[in-house]
């Protein structure tokens, strides 16, 4: 048995699973958490999602596949220094894009304009709802019957009208509470993850230079400690050094700081980690202001460079499409998404419909999607 601290989530007084199952013989549950997602269609599906750049682009690029791999890395790494528990932030971290929608952040904000009179579309929420409904592997329950802890971690912000509808999930929410430890540190190490992974692909796409990188702070000093340091290597063994020490001390400085943060606390246990308003772990202030700067720096440098904006304005169109022609005529789903769209619809009407829809667009790849695009709007695509 690991050794844990007092405050870390701890299986014996885990809040349980929505439908009780026996206990697994040799995992922990939070094992049995981590593997039934591992082996989900919605894990599986992340290879073919984009992260920044759509899926054809480049076998070299990011996905969210991998990207949830890296996360997961990082959590496992800083849980074990803090002494929480490993498995579940390993699990929460390769969770947590689950419900992402095809196209990226311009998938989701195409599908939140679409589902604006019906209630919305959110990918956080949407890795819930595939958690706890759309996954169909088990005879016993719907989804994959996650326990609290893990479920939790993968909500990790809503809205005060959604989290009433959510039950003991959505709670903290109301009471203005946090999640655990493990969920605080997926949380952040997501953030780490995704700003220093985009310098790696968008410096591989062309789209950045390092003269330009050179004026971010976290950057530069990484920078200048390697050039000192080697000064003759190459430029693509440079770049993964620096983004490395970067990596290193974002992440030492936040589990420097959360120590510092515990030691004042000095909680007794994860309902006290729970009842803060203010979450526990986090970056010192030098550090954060730092990571916004990079975080800027990529919006208008990377994110909203003229070629990612290209295909991220297609990526729109795209699925627009899809939702208005699905929308309109269910009879274009596969069987199966038109039978759950009719019991949808009769259970919520309109809205119901449209959450249908919805649940089968976000779940496309980006190769998929573009294929629906063709078989509903190419005259060419007969089947």
Same mark, same amino acid.
């Given at each position: ?28 549950e ?11 269609a ?56 689950l ?8 998938g ?6 679409c ?8 990918h956080?929420?949407?890795?819930l ?5 759309l ?5 016993a ?6 326990t ?7 909500l ?26 493990e969920?605080?540190?997926v949380?952040?190490a ?31 000093a990484?920078y200048t ?7 003759e ?25 959360t120590? #510092?943060? %515990?030691?004042? $606390?000095?909680? &007794?246990?994860?309902?006290? !980690?729970?009842?803060?308003?203010q979450?526990?772990?986090? *970056? ?23 070629r ?8 729109? #169109?795209? %699925?627009?499409? $899809?939702f208005? &022609?699905?929308l309109?005529? !269910?009879?274009l ?6 039978? *759950? ?7 919520h ?25 063709e ?9």
């Amino acid at each position: 048995m690991p050794d844990f601290a007092a405050y870390a989530a701890q299986e014996q007084h885990s809040r349980g699973r929505r439908v009780a199952e026996d206990k697994p013989v040799y995992r922990t549950e939070y094992q049995r958490d981590r593997d039934r997602i591992i082996h989900s269609a919605a894990f599986r599906r992340l290879e073919y999602k984009t992260q920044v750049f759509v899926n054809h682009e480049g076998d070299m690029f990011r996905t969210r596949l991998t990207h949830s791999i890296e996360v997961a890395q990082l959590s496992r790494s800083i849980a074990r220094i803090l002494q929480l528990n490993e498995d579940l932030a390993e699990t929460i971290a390769l969770a947590h894009d689950l419900g992402h929608t095809p196209f990226g952040h311009a998938g989701q904000d195409a599908l939140n304009a679409c589902m604006k009179e019906y209630g919305g579309f959110e990918h956080n929420l949407q890795s819930l709802r595939v958690v706890d409904e759309l996954e169909e592997r088990y005879a016993a329950f719907r989804g994959l019957n996650l326990t609290f802890e893990a479920r939790e971690g993968i909500l990790k912000h809503c809205s005060l009208s959604n989290a009433k509808l959510l039950g003991d999930v959505g709670q903290r929410f109301i009471d203005k509470h946090q999640p655990g430890l493990e969920a605080q540190i997926v949380n952040l190490a997501d953030q780490i993850a995704y700003n220093n992974h985009d310098v790696d692909d968008g410096l591989r796409a062309g789209l950045l230079s390092i003269k330009q990188l050179r004026e971010i702070k976290l950057f530069d000093a990484q920078y200048t400690q390697v050039k000192q340091t080697y000064p003759e290597l190459a430029e693509r063994r440079m770049t993964h050094e620096i983004i490395r020490r970067m990596i290193n001390v974002t992440a030492i400085d936040l589990i420097d700081t959360t120590r #510092r943060q %515990l030691a004042q $606390l000095k909680p &007794a246990n994860i309902d006290e !980690i729970r009842r803060q308003s203010q979450p526990t772990a986090g *970056f010192s202030e030098a550090m954060r202001d730092m990571n916004h700067e990079l975080k800027q720096f990529l919006r208008h440098n990377l994110y909203r460079h003229y070629r990612v904006h290209r295909m991220t304005s297609k990526a729109s #169109r795209i %699925l627009s499409a $899809l939702f208005d &022609a699905f929308l309109n005529d !269910i009879g274009l789903l596969p069987h199966d998404h038109q039978t *759950f769209a009719r019991q949808y619809a009769e259970q919520h009407g309109d809205s119901g419909r449209a959450r249908a829809v919805a649940d089968y667009i976000a779940g496309m790849t980006d190769r998929f999607a573009i294929t629906e695009y063709e078989r509903i709007f190419n005259p060419a695509e007969l089947t």
